[in-house]
T-cell receptor, first 111, second 114 residues
Framework: GQQVMQIPQYQHVQEGEDFTTYCNSS?????IQWYKQRPGGHPVFLIQ?????EVKKQKRLTFQFGEAKKNSSLHITATQTTDVGTYFC???????????FGTGTRLTIIP | DGGITQSPKYLFRKEGQNVTLSCEQN?????MYWYRQDPGQGLRLIYY???????QKGDIAEGYSVSREKKESFPLTVTSAQKNPTAFYLC?????????????FGSGTRLTVV
């Protein structure tokens, strides 16, 4: 079945440093979504990417969808303490209505 | 305000008992989902429903059951057949297959078997 892997599993950064998490799917995706889950909270939808090579920005967050639509990345510039949490990608394969979540990257910030 | 309500927030169950987790949404979403999250792991799909009176098994449906008698409600029953039920359970909903707004999640139920 479809698998979605994320690396790294954990990332500790100094406040102000940049952070990147990578998402890789075993199958070609029709679209990919990103979610953020704060400690003790629930996942919150951030964005959806649909087109090959698509790049979207939300303030300090930059999301990319690979040309082959099998990988994606989330980059945060100049991290802040409010960025703490686990970031999940979630991909949907063509012809499959199910969304498969990645394993997540847990970000902690060192003040 | 529209959203998804899960109850209870914490639930303790004795081994051998069935328990039902509630999930209600007032977003008028067609699709609803149940996920299980274990510490340090991602979300695994238990069951999903795209329309009233119809639902499909996800990746880890064994030991669970659901019903979808109303559009707003999608309760999950954790049966005694579930070998390791202690986990964080998340309910979500979406319009059709998610669209540009993704899934909306409830605040979750933490189930502990004692």
């Amino acid at each position: 079945g479809q698998q979605v892997m994320q690396i790294p599993q954990y990332q500790h950064v100094q406040e102000g440093e940049d952070f990147t998490t990578y998402c890789n799917s075993s199958t070609t995706l029709s679209n990919i979504q990103w979610y953020k889950q704060r400690p003790g909270g629930h996942p919150v939808f951030l964005i959806q990417l649909v087109k090959s090579g698509e790049v979207k920005k939300q303030k300090r967050l930059t999301f990319q969808f690979g040309e082959a639509k099998k990988n994606s990345s989330l980059h945060i510039t100049a991290t802040q303490t409010t960025d703490v949490g686990t970031y999940f990608c979630a991909g949907r394969a063509f012809g499959n209505e199910k969304l498969t979540f990645g394993t997540g990257t847990r970000l902690t910030i060192i003040p | 305000d529209g959203g998804i309500t899960q109850s209870p927030k914490y639930l303790f169950r004795k081994e051998g008992q069935n328990v039902t987790l509630s999930c209600e949404q007032n977003l008028n979403h067609d699709a609803m989902y149940w996920y299980r999250q274990d510490p340090g792991q991602g979300l695994r799909l238990i069951y999903y429903s795209q329309i009233v009176n119809d639902f499909q098994k996800g990746d880890i449906a064994e030991g669970y059951s659901v019903s979808r008698e109303k559009k707003e409600s999608f309760p999950l029953t954790v049966t005694s057949a579930q070998k390791n039920p202690t986990a964080f359970y998340l309910c979500a909903s979406s319009s059709s297959t998610g669209g540009v707004y993704g899934y909306t999640f409830g605040s979750g139920t933490r189930l502990t078997v004692v």
